[in-house]
């Protein structure tokens, strides 16, 4: 949700969009790239705490956190004998995953990163990427060739990563296991590319493949912000 | 120990608050809501929380104040929390083993809560 582009704007509005733990307004607490307040494009014009002060007119077409989520990367090495790196959280042997803004807008759809087991949003290679999101994801159009927008803490867009054309689909003859996301809200780009499916004409090969448009998968070994509509 | 007992008050602000409604695309008013925390029994602050009626993000934001209002008086009763930490309104002391279940994840991280089984004729 966000602020009004014009017209009447007032504390008590953007309080009331960003949420607020006092009842009185600092305008401080949102400056950009704060927990109220992420460095998405839509908050391009608030100043961050170093650069500048803060006035209502900075928060015309703002937005709060809602849409976007966070997620907090970094790289792991499985070690043994075929090491695995890993860029992103909730890797296995790595814990539940630390995802500390899970809910997002995917398209039209809100939706939140969700177990079970654990929260992740993680590559391993440029073709295997997985995310674990609610159940109602699954077989919901906004997945199918949807860009996901990375954005590191400066506010810069760090990589963009476009589901397949087979992604959002459900039923026909495919296991909803291998679809993407799946039946549980398992999103894995190897199943969106491979085996999901099928479109409305019968055929799993129409359209183009899950890949990063931008960027790599290794930027997923940082605190990022994710935007995906 | 256990943080569950608290009252949780809903109170309407005067005036309205405006936001952009992008289902509707017009700009609208709604209340501004103060939510309240205070509890029951024990000597912690009452902590409090704004948000616009009919949030989008209502149940999201709200239940994340909560969660951090529940920490905010697990420091205020003394509980360091490099030890501690809240887990269903409860302060549980970090890395103690709680049952079996949380066993049971340590040692298969992605067992069949993350995909169930399938038999193979049926892949």
């Known amino acids: 949700m966000t602020l009004p582009s014009s017209g009447s704007l007032d504390y008590n509005s953007i309080r009331a969009e960003f949420g607020s733990p006092s009842s009185n307004v600092y305008l401080n607490l949102y400056y950009r790239g704060g927990p109220y307040t992420y460095p998405v494009p839509a908050n391009a014009n608030i100043t961050t705490s170093s650069s500048g002060q803060l006035s209502v007119s900075n928060f015309y077409g703002a937005d709060s956190t809602t849409d976007y989520a966070k997620v907090v990367g970094q790289s792991y090495n499985s070690g043994g004998k075929a090491p695995v790196t890993y860029y992103g959280t909730g890797m296995p042997n790595t814990g539940g995953g630390d995802i500390p803004d899970t809910s997002l807008k995917v398209g039209s759809l809100s939706t939140t990163f969700n177990p079970p087991g654990s929260l992740d949003c993680y590559a391993s290679s440029a073709l295997n990427f997985t995310m674990t999101f609610a159940t109602n994801t699954y077989g919901n159009s906004n997945f199918t060739l949807r860009n996901f927008y990375f954005y590191n803490t400066s506010g810069s867009l760090i990589g963009q990563f476009r589901t397949g054309a087979q992604a959002g689909w459900s039923g026909g003859s495919q296991p909803t296991a291998f679809q993407a996301p799946n039946q549980d809200g398992l999103y894995q780009q190897a199943f969106d590319n491979g085996l999901a499916g099928p479109s409305a004409t019968g055929s799993n090969t129409n359209g183009p493949a899950a890949a990063w448009q931008s960027g790599a998968y290794t930027v997923l070994g940082q605190t990022f912000f994710i935007k995906a509509f | ?123």
């Open chain 2, 1 to 123: 120990m256990d943080l569950s007992e608290f009252d949780k008050t809903l109170n309407i602000m005067p005036g309205q608050v405006h936001y952009y409604d992008e289902v509707a695309k017009e700009d609208k008013t709604a209340n501004e809501i103060e939510v309240i925390w205070k509890h029951k029994y024990l000597p912690v602050s009452e902590l409090k929380y704004y948000l616009r009626e009919g949030h989008e993000a209502w149940e999201d934001k709200v239940r994340t104040r909560e969660q951090e209002v529940l920490e905010i008086w697990m420091k205020e009763l003394k509980y360091s929390s490099v030890y501690f930490k809240v887990i269903d309104k409860k302060i549980i002391e970090k890395g103690k083993v709680e049952g079996e279940k949380q066993t049971e994840n340590w040692l298969k991280p992605n067992s069949s809560n993350v995909l169930e089984p399938k038999e193979v004729d049926e892949i």
